[in-house]
């Protein structure tokens, strides 16, 4: 049974950091690739950032680009978010998922299997 569990997530001012990680289990961690999607209020499920499976391959959503930072360790089943320069419109439950294959992507439609989320909550 696979499972995943974010951790990392809490209130913070603007221009602050946090660092997200997400713990797998139940599945041969470094065969697949991990993302990073969040939900604001009111809004759609976004994406974030997501990883290949051997962590040479990463993407990024326009709106994090060069403040976020993904990286994996597998030998401790781990993926992180360093996220840097945070603002308001930043918050938001941020969940983190394990993709079908070893190949990164930005489509949720190709991740099988989602945690219960973490809130990041940025203040102005």
């Known amino acids: 049974q696979v499972q995943t569990v974010e951790s990392g997530g809490g209130l913070v001012q603007a221009g602050g950091s946090l660092r997200l990680s997400c713990a797998a289990s139940?599945?041969?961690?470094?065969?697949?690739?991990m993302g990073w999607f969040r939900r604001a209020p009111g809004k759609d499920r976004e994406f974030v950032s997501s990883i290949n499976w051997s962590g040479d391959t990463t993407y990024y959503a326009d709106s994090v680009k060069g403040r976020f930072t993904i990286s994996r360790d597998n030998a401790k089943n781990t993926v992180y978010l360093q996220m840097n320069s945070l603002k308001p419109e930043d918050t938001a439950i941020y969940y983190c998922?394990?993709?079908?294959?070893?190949?990164?992507?930005?489509?949720?439609?190709?991740?099988?299997?989602w945690g219960q989320g973490t809130q990041v909550t940025v203040s102005s």
């Open positions: 139940g599945l041969a961690f470094s065969s697949y690739a």
């Open positions: 998922a394990v993709g079908g294959t070893s190949r990164a992507a930005s489509d949720y439609a190709k991740y099988d299997f």
